[in-house]
T-cell receptor, first 113, second 113 residues
Framework: KAGVTQTPRYLIKTRGQQVTLSCSPISGHRSVSWYQQTPGQGLQFLFEYFSETQRNKGNFPGRFSGRQFSNSRSEMNVSTLELGDSALYLC????????????FGPGTRLTVL | GENVEQHPSTLSVQEGDSAVIKCTYSDSASNYFPWYKQELGKGPQLIIDIRSNVGEKKDQRIAVTLNKTAKHFSLHITETQPEDSAVYFCAASKVDSSYKLIFGSGTRLLVRP
């Protein structure tokens, strides 16, 4: 099976712009979670989607949003970019089962200038 | 609130020696504890996990132990090899209606040849 794929791998934006990141989960996985990774804050949970519904959200401002499509692919959007949004954004997918194994993609490196 | 503490932040061992990384979690309802390995430029890779109904799990040179009473869990790598050099993250989760992982701050492991 192919792993989790994320596009684009690298992005450079300027303050005030918005950005959309995409994630394709492992085939058959219906849960998609997003995490932000920075040197200062580490890995932080953004939100999780299952069956096109957001099931949980982390402590991030409303500028961070996401959605999931019927084929389980997911996008996250960050509006009005700030310098502090520079980070590696990771997507993880999971099968819905009694276990919680999550498999991560390679991430999208976002740089805000 | 939910928190996972991880120690040490850096660990340097000689090839062939053992390495131990320790984590403590705060939420007693946590029942799933994965470990991830992250190499430079890549997303975290799930290497082993343990559920709260098990005290120890082993997979070749890697083992994880869980002490629910003390809310501690540890990763043990035996016979370390240079390719084990990476950043290791522990995480904790409640397998409920959402797959949210709370990560530790990471341990940079260096295996000296």
């Amino acid at each position: 099976k192919a792993g989790v794929t994320q596009t684009p791998r690298y992005l450079i934006k300027t303050r005030g712009q918005q950005v959309t990141l995409s994630c394709s989960p492992i085939s058959g996985h219906r849960s998609v979670s997003w995490y932000q990774q920075t040197p200062g804050q580490g890995l932080q949970f953004l939100f999780e989607y299952f069956s096109e519904t957001q099931r949980n959200k982390g402590n991030f401002p409303g500028r961070f949003s996401g959605r999931q499509f019927s084929n389980s692919r997911s996008e996250m959007n960050v509006s009005t970019l700030e310098l502090g949004d520079s980070a590696l954004y990771l997507c993880a997918s999971s099968q819905i089962s009694s276990y919680n194994e999550q498999f991560f993609g390679p991430g999208t490196r976002l740089t805000v200038l | 609130g939910e928190n996972v503490e991880q120690h040490p932040s850096t660990l340097s061992v000689q090839e062939g020696d053992s390495a131990v990384i320790k984590c403590t979690y705060s939420d007693s309802a946590s029942n799933y504890f994965p470990w991830y390995k992250q190499e430079l430029g890549k997303g975290p890779q799930l290497i082993i996990d343990i559920r709260s109904n098990v005290g120890e799990k082993k997979d070749q040179r890697i083992a994880v132990t869980l002490n629910k009473t003390a809310k501690h869990f540890s990763l043990h790598i035996t016979e370390t090899q240079p390719e084990d050099s990476a950043v290791y993250f522990c995480a904790a989760s409640k397998v409920d209606s959402s797959y949210k992982l709370i990560f530790g701050s990471g341990t940079r492991l260096l295996v000296r040849p």
